[in-house]
Antibody, heavy 119, light 111 residues
Framework: EVQLVQSGAEVKKPGESLKISCKGS????????IGWVRQMPGKGLEWMGI????????RYSPSFQGQVTISADKSISTAYLQWSSLKASDTAMYYC????????????WGQGTLVTVSS | QSALTQPPSASGSPGQSVTISCTGT?????????VSWYQQHPGKAPKLMIY???KRPSGVPDRFSGSKSGNTASLTVSGLQAEDEADYYC???????????FGTGTKVTVL
């Protein structure tokens, strides 16, 4: 059974750094893309970027380029999304997804990680 | 990259059909056959319902169907059931430079 298990909710202050994780199981982690999707409170979905853990090929949506960093550690089947300096506007639910190709179609979703940034 | 345009809401009685549109441009919906649809119940993660315009993943009822004409994709839910009440989002690949874009979302209500 394919599973994507994300790390728990986080409460941070503006300016702090953060790295959240997504562990894949039940499939060949290095053979499929892992993407990240943001959903701000009461709002719609937004593609952030994707990574191919097999060779770390990473692509970002123009809106998120330079704002976050996506990485993966294939030895532990885990992908990461990180911020170096959080803003209040980063408050959102973040989902990791498994995608068969780089064409951003997500066939499995993680449970989501709620990130709250508040002073 | 602007979000794809969906109607904010749609509704139907049990057993009826509802169709949701998803309008983009020739740079996304019209340019690629990588349109997907997702169902999201309140407080839950989205679920893939349709991929590559009209293909259904295993386990998705055949009441759900997808199509595309020009720059507009559509999701049709036939034989509406109470559990179909949810938010629905379309998504399209938009090329290597613009990546991917979601629709604005449609809330489906079963009357």
């Amino acid at each position: 059974e394919v599973q994507l298990v994300q790390s728990g909710a986080e409460v941070k202050k503006p300016g702090e750094s953060l790295k959240i994780s997504c562990k894949g199981s039940g499939y060949s982690f290095t053979s499929y893309w892992i993407g990240w999707v943001r959903q701000m409170p009461g709002k719609g979905l937004e593609w952030m970027g994707i990574i191919y853990p097999g060779d770390s090929d990473t692509r970002y949506s123009p809106s998120f380029q330079g704002q976050v960093t996506i990485s993966a550690d294939k030895s532990i089947s885990t992908a990461y999304l990180q911020w170096s300096s959080l803003k209040a506007s980063d408050t959102a639910m973040y989902y990791c997804v498994k995608a068969p190709t780089a064409m951003v179609e997500a066939d499995y979703w993680g449970q989501g990680t709620l990130v709250t940034v508040s002073s | 990259q602007s979000a794809l345009t969906q109607p904010p809401s749609a509704s139907g009685s049990p057993g009826q059909s509802v169709t949701i549109s998803c309008t983009g441009t020739s740079s996304d919906v019209g340019g690629y056959n990588y349109v997907s649809w997702y169902q999201q119940h309140p407080g839950k993660a989205p679920k893939l319902m349709i991929y590559e315009v009209s293909k259904r993943p295993s386990g998705v009822p055949d009441r759900f169907s997808g199509s595309k004409s020009g720059n507009t994709a559509s999701l049709t839910v036939s034989g509406l059931q109470a559990e179909d009440e949810a938010d629905y989002y379309c998504s399209s690949y938009a090329g290597s430079n613009n990546f991917g874009v979601f629709g604005t979302g449609t809330k489906v209500t079963v009357l």
